[in-house]
């Protein structure tokens, strides 16, 4: 059982920056992917960044050229820099994970940390 504790939450002003770290431990395998999504209240959660243990990024539009995903491979602990933060950043993000254990994928989530950007 993997678990993953975020940290780096907070209150920013627009512009401002905020940097979230998450550590996954427990892990009998191998983690693959990592990443972080977001939610607001009534809406569905949605893909921030992923990346893959060989350094391979994705990101949602809305954040391209702003927030940048990382990884320790070694401590397994995935990053994400967000720059230039806007209201419309102001969510719950939540570290994501997905385990290889054998031949089976397992995801495993985060608890979530509030990010808020006031105008």
């Known amino acids: 059982q993997v678990q993953l504790v975020e940290s780096g939450g907070g209150l920013v002003q627009v512009g401002g920056s905020l940097r979230l770290s998450c550590a996954a431990s427990?892990?009998?395998?191998?983690?693959?992917?990592m990443g972080w999504y977001r939610q607001t209240p009534g809406k569905a959660r949605k893909l921030v960044a992923t990346?893959?243990?060989?350094?391979?990024?994705n990101y949602a539009d809305s954040v391209k050229g702003r927030f940048t995903i990382s990884r320790d491979n070694a401590k397994d602990v995935v990053y994400l820099q967000m720059n230039s933060l806007k209201p419309e950043d102001t969510a719950v993000y939540s570290c994501y994970a997905r385990e290889r254990s054998g031949v089976i994928d397992y995801d495993y989530w985060g608890q979530g940390t509030q990010v808020t950007v006031s105008s």
């Open positions: 990346i893959s243990s060989g350094g391979t990024t």
């Open positions: 427990g892990s009998s395998g191998r983690i693959n992917a």
